[in-house]
């Protein structure tokens, strides 16, 4: 279990401050974006719907305008993590906007839970892409930026890394392209260190009713949590010091805990049901 060091009064919550979201169109993603636009953040909301779809709803641009509404603002930046540089363009533009980037959230993700036979060479690739490549490259983007921040914080929604075969044969891929987000933040929280740049990663206790649960077998949306709960401890993290708090594994519900915070019984999607444990955390 990772632990939050003591609250620094000193430092400010997160009005003002700057924050590109992969993924930031729908679901988690989206979740942390109006959570920080609340507090008067500005949210760069890097995502590559730009157009309605009936079965995934949300868009850059009603993500953005739904960031406006709740006090924050709102730049949405079609953007395909996959390509280098349509990454670095999309940097440039939130710099531009904002003046910088204090925080990147790394949360866009594909997901496959097929086993080896089961998983075309092209889904392998895209998880990889998106995945592991994805988290690599915006955090590379970033870095300068985040290093002249006052409070730099990277953030990687991956599991804590077990490298106990059982979470590994059921869906190889998909674990290990997970995994890979998981190994950035070990490493680049080493490497960054002597710049100030906290790096972290967050994974929910319990599955999160967003659209990859369509993916899921036996994971109803009634048996998990809404996303609010991932995005009021990704809150916690951020505005902690950057220079006390980095290289941690954290799970939701234990970093709302240690923030005296024991009830999550309304973040249920349905109350009274019994929940269903993350697949990476059974």
């Given amino acids: 279990m990772s632990a939050l060091p003591s609250p620094n009064p000193a430092l400010p919550g997160l009005k003002g401050k700057t924050l590109f979201i992969t993924g930031a169109s729908r679901g988690i993603g989206l979740a942390i974006a109006l959570r920080a636009a609340r507090e008067g953040a500005n949210?760069?909301?890097?995502?590559?719907?730009v157009t309605e779809n009936p079965k995934l709803p949300g868009t850059v641009y009603t993500a953005a305008a739904a960031i406006e509404a709740v006090g924050g603002k709102g730049l949405p930046l079609p953007l395909d993590i996959r390509f280098e540089d349509q990454v670095h363009l999309a940097v440039q533009k939130a710099v531009e906007r904002f003046g910088g980037i204090d925080i990147l959230v790394n949360n866009a993700s594909?997901?496959?839970?097929?086993?080896t036979a089961e998983t075309p060479l092209k889904r392998f690739d895209l998880m990889m892409a998106v995945n592991l490549r994805g988290t690599y490259v915006c955090s590379?983007?970033?870095?300068?930026?985040l290093g002249r921040?006052?409070?730099p914080?990277?953030?990687?929604?991956s599991p804590p890394l077990d490298m106990r075969a059982k979470w590994f044969a059921p869906h190889v891929a998909y674990t290990i392209a997970k995994y890979g987000m998981s190994m950035c933040v070990l490493g680049m929280a080493e490497e960054f260190r002597p710049l100030g740049i906290a790096v972290n990663a967050l994974w929910p206790r319990t599955i999160i009713a967003t659209a990859a649960l369509q993916v899921i077998p036996g994971?109803?949306?009634?048996?998990g949590r809404t996303p609010e709960i991932v995005a009021e401890s990704a809150a916690?993290?951020?505005?902690?010091?950057?220079?006390?708090?980095?290289g941690n594994f954290f799970i939701d519900e234990?970093?709302?805990a240690q923030e005296g915070i024991t009830d999550f019984s309304h973040y249920a999607v349905s109350p009274g049901q019994p929940l269903k444990t993350d697949l990476f955390l059974n």
Avoid: M, W, Y
């Fill in 43 to 49: 949210i760069v909301v890097a995502a590559k719907t």
């Fill in 110 to 115: 594909a997901i496959s839970l097929t086993g």
């Fill in 140 to 145: 590379q983007a970033c870095l300068p930026h």
């Fill in 149 to 151: 921040a006052p409070n």
């Fill in 153 to 157: 914080h990277i953030l990687t929604l």
């Fill in 219 to 223: 994971a109803e949306a009634k048996f």
């Fill in 236 to 246: 916690r993290i951020l505005i902690q010091d950057s220079r006390a708090t980095t």
């Fill in 254 to 256: 234990e970093v709302l």
